[in-house]
T-cell receptor, first 113, second 113 residues
Framework: GAGVSQTPSNKVTEKGKYVELRCDPI?????LYWYRQSLGQGPEFLIY????????DSGLPNDRFFAVRPEGSVSTLKIQRTERGDSAVYLC???????????FGPGTRLTVL | SQQGEEDPQALSIQEGENATMNCSYK?????LQWYRQNSGRGLVHLIL?????REKHSGRLRVTLDTSKKSSSLLITASRAAGTASYFC?????????????FGKGTKLTVNP
């Protein structure tokens, strides 16, 4: 079946604007993860969902970041009042629950001008 | 914070040679995973090794895990030019019950044709 998909692939916005990033996980995967990757670094965890609920949101950097997964499938990462430091590639992954392989999408490159 | 540390940071070899990358981590784990990333976008899952396993093979990949030393190695045999990419190890944390992954900064592998 299809892999994890993310839209848009690129997003350019101005400082202070609101953005939404979307993730479509692999069908049937109960766990969904968001990571952020800056240039030259490994991905850093933001939040993960088991079904509809956020099981661990300890990686969200501040309250400008929020994510939802209302029906336990598609997830949206929302960033308010964007700052230049938010510029990064935002990666989504999904897996069967139970400490299994995480399969990543192609990422959304966010640029805040 | 990033738990894993890959070593070396960069590696350049000729096509047909073997490439070995190492990873060290800090806390007790359930699993350790290796990923490949081309061009700073999506990560491709290579192999998962569980904490009760010591060695695992998949095609030209061989992974070892030493939980007493909190370290792992990834061996790629007979490397191909298409294997030029960054390679990351990622670990979960046994304590805390979260399935999030913690990545290192990666090893940048260049395979020269």
């Amino acid at each position: 079946g299809a892999g994890v998909s993310q839209t848009p692939s690129n997003k350019v916005t101005e400082k202070g604007k609101y953005v939404e990033l979307r993730c479509d996980p692999i069908s049937g995967h109960t766990a969904l993860y968001w990571y952020r990757q800056s240039l030259g670094q490994g991905p850093e965890f933001l939040i993960y969902f088991q079904g509809t609920g956020a099981a661990d949101d300890s990686g969200l950097p501040n309250d400008r970041f929020f994510a939802v997964r209302p029906e336990g499938s598609v997830s949206t990462l929302k960033i308010q009042r964007t700052e230049r430091g938010d510029s990064a590639v935002y990666l989504c992954a999904s897996s069967w629950t139970g400490y299994n392989e995480q399969f990543f999408g192609p990422g959304t490159r966010l640029t805040v001008l | 914070s990033q738990q894993g540390e890959e070593d070396p940071q960069a590696l350049s070899i000729q096509e047909g040679e073997n490439a070995t990358m190492n990873c060290s981590y800090k806390t007790s784990i359930n699993n350790l995973q290796w990923y490949r990333q081309n061009s700073g976008r999506g990560l491709v899952h290579l192999i998962l090794i569980r904490s009760n396993e010591r060695e695992k093979h998949s095609g030209r990949l061989r992974v070892t895990l030493d939980t007493s030393k909190k370290s792992s190695s990834l061996l790629i045999t007979a490397s191909r030019a298409a294997g030029t990419a960054s390679y990351f190890c990622a670990t979960d944390a046994k304590e805390g019950g979260s399935e999030k992954l913690v990545f290192g900064k990666g090893t940048k592998l260049t395979v020269n044709p």
